[in-house]
């Protein structure tokens, strides 16, 4: 809960216009997925990447995002966010 | 769910702020929800309306009938970020610093004296985002999937680099130099999005500290107050919002040189940057010799005519384009274009050709760019893991009825 008001609170200041109308599927692991990829980047980072990555595909850019990219996201919801996307946005 | 209509309020509101225009080819929210994303045209505030990519950090491509002209209007030209953090500069405290271990004196320099205090100069240049066309890659590469718009042709006016450079004096130990803009990643531990050239790209003539764009100051998402402009180069290192220069003695290993943007080596001509090229791979570099139909899409229905005008666009690294050949039976016959004026051979050459079709039909419409140094495109375009140099030449159907 705190993450996600610090995501809104940075939202208001920084997000662009239409932004708000991408979704994610509703399914277990979104909440992970929003509170850590959208810090970042809007999401529909992930949506473009649905016909081009697998799951193998999205370990490497969760680990990429990880390890280069600065992101500090723990291990277990590292598992999380990664069978999230393969599971909805899978090639 | 109270936390997504909290959020969809405050970027409600924040949407009307920022006096942006979003204009969605959707029938409702619905279709946004899946995997199913359609083209989407925003425009940025100050903007007109691109082709949006990604929202945050910005990436929008320029619909390619707006290349059917000279010049790319500064409104309509492409927008490009790796970060989020994109700060609107206060002119006032705006400073250029020009420092590194190899420098005699470092420098800074407010716009006023950037402007004053050096020779102005303008040139005409293709930017080329380094990705353009990723997304025609098949089988498909990661990264934004860029059509062919993600580039744009402007006057840039600005001061040499290098003159800047001699302001603050070189030391014999110089070996590349590193440009720094204003924007940065939200995490502190982002890589911040520095490039480094090598000393002679950046002591060449034509590498210019811009900060004019087709007459006008640049436009904040184009890089205001002050660009670096790398002729002939992709677009990965003409740094926008310019803040720092540093002349370094040794090779610059930042994640955006020595991991990202790079090229295998066997497969693309090496050399021009050799104190960043591994054995295997090396920075993208150079522009590669390409061309754009700009006035016919694919598959596209016309009434048939008598003659039906092709118009497009040629360009490459720095040779200038010596011709471009047009087909219109799928590459069995080529036909030599006119090419139209010449602004320099960093710009993009602008071309047409008549068809005067026998019949109505389907007509497999191709056209390929030949340099001066006598490279022209390739059929199809060469592998390379991060979908980097796509030029291959491009084919598209019509049907004239």
Not at chain 1, 22 to 50: E, W
Not at chain 2, 132 to 142: D, I, S, Y
Not at chain 2, 191 to 203: G, H
Not at chain 2, 256 to 268: E, G, H, L, N
Request: glycine letters at 8%; one cysteine or more.
């Amino acid at each position: 809960m705190r993450t996600l008001l610090l995501l809104l609170s940075f939202f208001a200041a920084t997000a662009t216009a239409g932004e708000s109308q991408i979704f994610l599927k509703d399914r277990p692991g979104k909440n992970q997925v929003v509170a850590q990829c959208a810090m970042c980047h809007s999401l529909d980072y992930i949506i473009l990447h649905t016909p081009i990555l697998d799951r193998t595909g999205w370990e490497k850019t969760v680990a990429k995002m990880i390890n280069s990219m600065g992101a500090s996201i723990n291990d277990a919801d590292k598992q999380i966010i990664i069978d999230y996307l393969a599971q909805n946005y899978g090639k | 769910m109270v936390d997504r209509r909290h959020f969809i309020k405050k970027s409600a509101g924040s949407l009307a702020a920022l006096g942006g225009l979003v204009l969605l080819q959707r029938s409702g929210l619905a279709a946004a929800i899946g995997t199913e994303e359609l083209t989407t045209l925003d425009a940025l505030p100050g903007k007109e309306a691109l082709i949006k990519q990604t929202y945050r950090p910005p990436n929008y491509e320029t619909p390619i009938n707006y290349f059917d002209a000279p010049f790319t209007p500064n409104k309509r030209f492409f927008v490009r970020y790796h970060n989020a953090v994109i700060p609107e500069v206060k002119i006032d405290e705006w400073r250029l610093r020009i420092g590194g271990d190899a420098v005699r004196t470092p420098l800074e320099l407010s716009l006023e004296q950037l402007r004053k205090d050096f020779k102005q100069v303008e040139i005409a240049a293709l930017c080329l985002c380094s990705g353009n066309r990723r997304g025609l890659f098949q089988p498909p590469v990661p990264g934004v999937q860029w059509g062919s718009g993600a580039m744009g042709n402007a006057l840039w006016r600005g001061v040499r680099l290098k003159d800047v450079l001699a302001g603050a004096g070189i030391d014999k130990s110089a070996l590349e130099v590193s440009l720094d803009g204003a924007d940065s990643g939200v995490h502190k531990t982002t890589p911040d999005f520095v490039k480094s050239l090598p000393l002679a790209k950046a002591l060449d003539e034509n590498t210019l500290i811009a900060f004019e764009m087709n007459g006008e100051p640049l436009p904040h998402w184009n890089g205001y107050p002050a660009r670096l402009i790398i002729p002939g180069w992709t677009a990965t290192y003409w740094i926008k919002h310019l803040i720092a220069i540093n002349v370094l003695s040794k090779p610059f290993d930042g994640f955006w040189m020595k991991t990202a943007y790079r090229i295998p080596k066997d497969r693309f001509p090496s050399g021009q940057f050799s104190s960043q090229e591994t054995e295997a791979a090396m920075p993208i570099t150079e522009i590669v010799v390409n061309s754009l139909i700009t006035n016919l899409a694919d598959g596209q229905t016309l009434p048939n005519a008598k003659s039906i005008e092709i118009n497009g666009i040629a360009w490459d690294g720095g040779n200038g384009i010596a011709r471009v050949d047009v087909s219109t039976n799928g590459g069995s016959n080529w036909h030599q274009a006119t090419l139209k004026q010449d602004y320099g051979r960093f710009s993009w050459r602008q071309w047409h050709w008549v068809f005067e079709p026998k019949h109505p039909g389907t007509y497999r419409i191709m056209a390929r760019a030949t340099s001066h140094s006598g490279t022209s495109q390739p059929l199809e375009p060469i592998p390379n893991p991060s979908g980097y140099h796509h030029n291959a030449v491009q084919k598209i159907t019509i049907q004239l009825v």
